[in-house]
């Protein structure tokens, strides 16, 4: 069975210091690899994806993710972090092994300090 | 393009009641997902509808059903209410035109249901 696990379930960080908030997953097949961010009482919005290619992807708001197979990783990172990055954070994963659905993280509450 | 809607926005429903929440799909999307997110956890999928049919359901008990219309709009039905359905209730819709993409799910800001 897939499985995603977000380590930290709180992250602090200075502005304009890197951001980086992790992701593993469990998976026997090829991954789709997904992280959602979500302001507090709204929805979830997808800041990234990555389906097949490029290793490395770019999403908005200046965050990007690494995938990265021989570690089952896919971490999340932002070299400047911004007062509204403040928010939470899901790392999802989806296969052929989940029949396609979203696998989910915990999330990671990612707090600015002024 | 309209967005996903999502009504009503909040519910409080006491032990037993049934509730039906509403979910309005992004236009041109065929597919609609529901979750349920428990405070300071990550959503859990109940089902998804394609094409009017349940197309894959979570760990949920039958007391948690869903129809989806010819308009791809959708509702969850709630049964029996318990403490534990206390949650943020959340519908993605997407548009599958293939098995096997990384479909990507576009987000409703979700029913905030309490049960007393």
């Known amino acids: 069975a897939q499985s995603v696990t977000q380590l930290g379930s709180h992250v602090s960080v200075s502005e304009g210091a890197l951001v980086l908030l992790r992701c593993n997953y469990s998976?026997?097949?090829?991954?789709?690899l997904f992280w959602y961010v979500q302001y507090p009482n709204q929805g979830l919005q997808l800041l990234l994806k990555?389906?097949?290619?490029a290793t490395l992807v770019k999403g908005i708001n200046g965050f990007e993710a690494e995938f990265k197979k021989s570690e089952t990783s896919f971490h999340l990172t932002k070299p400047s972090a911004h007062m509204s990055d403040a928010a939470e954070y899901f790392c999802?994963?989806?296969?052929?092994?989940?029949?396609?659905?979203?696998?989910w993280g915990a999330g990671t509450k990612l707090i600015i300090k002024p | 393009e309209t967005g996903v809607t999502q009504s009503p926005t909040h519910l409080i429903k006491t032990r037993g009641q049934q509730v039906t929440l509403r979910c309005s799909s992004q236009?041109?999307?065929?597919?609609v997902s529901w979750y349920q997110q428990a405070l300071g956890q990550g959503p859990q999928f109940i089902f998804q509808y394609y094409r009017e049919e349940e197309n894959g359901r979570g760990n949920f008990p039958p007391r948690f059903s869903g129809l989806q219309f010819p308009n791809y709009s959708s509702e969850l039905n709630v049964n029996a209410l318990e403490l534990d359905d206390s949650a943020l209730y959340l519908c993605a819709s997407s548009l599958i035109v293939a098995t096997g993409q990384g479909n990507e799910q576009f987000f409703g800001p979700g029913t905030r249901l309490t049960v007393l």
């Open positions: 998976s026997s097949v090829p991954p789709y």
């Open positions: 990555y389906t097949t290619g």
């Open positions: 236009s041109g999307h065929n597919t």
């Open positions: 999802a994963v989806s296969s052929m092994d989940s029949n396609y659905q979203l696998i």
